[in-house]
């Protein structure tokens, strides 16, 4: 009954009017991030983190925390909403989790059924919101409950873990990946060390004795890499956009589709809470899935509404279910998520087990507004959706400049240096260079969140234990932990041994 | 893949985490209670980071260069816009937020495309002043408004 209670509370703070305001705000820049291609939920996320953080600067620590987080998490999950838009009206994924929606879609559209496909992956994805938090609650209290009991050795291996896997997932090579999330825990180190008072790679700047600001890195990798990447390669103009001629699916699609949204809303809230695979991996084996059942495969790719249906499903149950570690035990999955714990941890609000304990306010709050924000967004999708879909046309030339100036209002109304704006610009350039050439951003921001805190316990541990390693080993839920890790690298490595095709998620 | 690119960033980063691992030598180890110091993280880590490089810098004799196109990238317009990002950080606090703001829109505005001035001031003049309103004035945070003379 205590979850009952605990959620009514969290009603209670979604349903104050300025947070109302907050969560539409949020579906609505992520249906539109999710919809302009070239800004996915990830650099559209922090790009609005210092624009939330100083909304929110008049308000009480927890009440801004759970504001901010309800308008960021709104973005994430809006733009899960709105990448189909562009996937279905104009072959283009949005984000790269609609990159499978393109197949079956893109056709549908071509036949002159694009309202009912987009119909029907609103209709999907707010059912997969629904399921994805139905499991939340269920999941958030016993889960947070367990972690509660962890000590410091077990934090350490569990940590590594979730880096491990969004590392061993991500990007073409794990070199590459694991380069990307050692050069990440190395950029945490700068500053005072929080155990020992000592500065570390400061060399007497004093704007470096707190450290590079998560923020700066985040928001420069991803939006500013993003834009340059626009400015440096023209895409080519894409064609025409396909019209949407009536909006309500017929009685056909609706049945067509209940079985699909109903297997991708499961499939992708249990990929969502595995670390390191995200939506795309979500929409992709729902995709699979949905071809292995059905009674003619061949019509797959050519306009069939399951492909459409599931996938679209599936992504958004993933990413309802990436918020379960990264509440409960403070371990983001994904990029994303990362972004969204470095946006808390600005709020001094530790995400993890004592969370639910200390901020209920926050985590419950939360996870009611994205009850809100789904039905919001199934309201905007449907009659709106030609609306939105006017969002593609927004010309590139006043986008781009007008993203960079966003990119430094936001830094310096937080920072106020000019200093982090250049950290800003260099960050932006060494984000194209590197996602240019395969090496995935995201582990290296999921490194600078973690890398603190992945020091500190691993301090705590072996001050516990003297300085002996072999605590890591010889406390069995870490040992598990420190097994899953290895495994979790080791494993597609073999399996590429042995020529199988292992699958990559190349989102974040 | 880019063989080059791949090659020079090993080299960077083996350097990275040579340079790491010499400078987390200067870290002093001492911290009272503990027997592991603010140095022993670091020193790990550029451990870690000369063996990744060393890695990659070996997988890049392993695979063949895929055939790149020749992508023509717009570096005079990236210039352009880049230098201007940097003039504008330079400039913020000097001239302020809207004078500054303004000019960069303007100038990037045309550089992505040439033409329609009368929109491009409208469009950076309304987002300058929209934003300092908006955040200055109504919300109360503190920007750079206007030169100081």
């Keep these: 009954m205590d979850t009952l209670q605990f959620l009514a509370d969290g009603f209670g703070v979604a349903f104050q009017w300025h947070n109302i305001l907050f969560a539409f705000v949020g579906v609505v820049i992520g249906t539109a991030v999710g919809v302009l291609p070239g800004i996915g939920p990830m650099s559209g996320v922090a790009l609005l983190i210092p624009v939330t953080a100083t909304i929110t600067s008049g308000m009480p620590t927890g009440a801004a925390a759970a504001s901010s987080i309800i308008l960021l998490a709104g973005v994430y999950y809006g733009a899960m909403y709105g990448g189909s838009t562009t996937s279905i009206l104009l072959n283009t ?31 999907g994805s707010f059912c997969a919101g629904i399921v994805s938090l139905i499991g939340l609650v269920l999941l958030a209290e016993p889960l947070s409950n367990v972690a509660i009991k962890f000590g410091p050795a077990e934090y350490f291996s569990l940590m590594l873990l979730g880096l491990a896997a969004v590392s061993g997932l991500a990007g073409k090579s794990m070199t590459k990946a694991l380069i990307m999330t050692v050069f990440g825990l190395m950029l945490g180190t700068i500053g005072i060390d929080a155990v020992s008072g000592i500065a570390r790679f400061t060399y007497d700047q004093p704007i470096l004795f707190s450290g590079l600001e998560f923020l700066t890195i985040a928001v420069g990798l991803f939006a500013l890499g993003e834009v340059f990447k626009t400015i440096l390669e023209r895409d080519e103009e894409s064609g025409a956009i396909a019209k949407i ?28 809470v595995l670390p390191g695979a995200g939506a795309t991996l979500a929409s992709f084996f729902s995709y699979m899935t949905e071809k292995k059942f059905s ?34 035990l403070g371990i983001p999955g994904s990029g994303t998520t990362a972004i969204l714990m470095g946006a808390l941890i600005m709020y001094n609000i530790q995400p993890g087990p004592l969370l639910f304990d200390e901020h209920p306010e926050v985590a ?20 709106l959706v030609r609306l939105f879909a006017k969002i593609i046309q927004t010309p590139k030339k006043y986008l781009i400049p007008i993203i960079v100036a966003i990119s430094f209002f936001g830094v310096y ?78 494993v597609p490595l073999l399996l590429k041994l042995r020529g199988r095709k292992v699958i990559i998620n190349e989102e974040g | 893949m880019n063989k080059k690119f791949d090659r020079f960033s090993g080299v960077a980063f083996l350097l990275i985490g040579i340079i790491f691992l010499i400078e987390s030598q200067k870290i002093s180890d001492s911290a009272y209670g503990s027997s592991v110091g603010p140095k022993i993280f670091p020193m790990g ?29 717009q570096y005079k317009k990236f210039l352009i816009i880049f230098g201007s990002a940097v003039l504008y950080a330079f400039f913020l606090e000097k001239i302020g937020y809207v004078v500054s703001t303004f000019l960069f829109l303007l100038i990037a505005f045309q550089t992505m495309e040439r033409g329609k001035t009368v929109t491009s001031v409208i469009i950076a003049g309304v987002f300058s002043f929209g934003i300092y309103y908006l955040f200055s004035e109504l919300l109360g945070g503190s920007l750079p408004g206007f030169p100081l003379f």
């Design chain 1, 413 to 490: 109304a937080v920072q106020y240096t000019t200093f982090d704006l250049y950290l800003l610009l260099g960050c932006g350039v060494l984000g194209y260079l590197l996602s240019k050439n395969d090496y995935p951003v995201a582990p290296l921001v999921l490194a600078l969140v973690l890398g603190p805190m992945i020091e500190n316990n691993m301090r705590r541990a072996l001050t516990i234990s003297n300085g002996d390693f072999s605590i890591f080993v010889t406390k069995p839920l870490s040992l598990v932990f420190i097994i899953a890790a290895v495994a979790w690298l080791l």
């Design chain 1, 93 to 123: 994924p949005g984000e790269s989790s609609s990159v499978v929606t393109t197949l079956d879609g893109y056709q549908m559209a071509r036949q002159g059924r694009a309202g009912a496909a987009l119909a029907i992956s609103a209709i």
């Design chain 1, 364 to 383: 419950w709050g939360l996870i009611a507004s994205m009850f809100i924000g789904n039905l919001m967004l199934l309201v905007l999708n449907m009659p």
């Design chain 1, 245 to 272: 001629h009536r909006i309500l699916p017929t009685k056909q699609d609706m049945k067509d589709s209940a079985v699909p949204i109903a297997r991708g809303s499961l499939l992708g809230f249990f990929i969502g």
């Design chain 1, 295 to 328: 009674k003619n495969p061949d019509s797959f790719g050519k306009g069939n509404i399951a492909g459409v249906a599931g996938p679209e499903s599936a992504n958004n149950a993933a990413s309802g279910g990436a918020m379960i570690p990264l509440l409960t």
């Design chain 2, 45 to 73: 880590l550029g451990i870690i980071l000369i063996a990744l490089s060393i890695r990659l810098l070996y997988e890049t004799f392993k695979y063949k260069t895929e055939e790149s196109k020749e992508e023509k990238l």
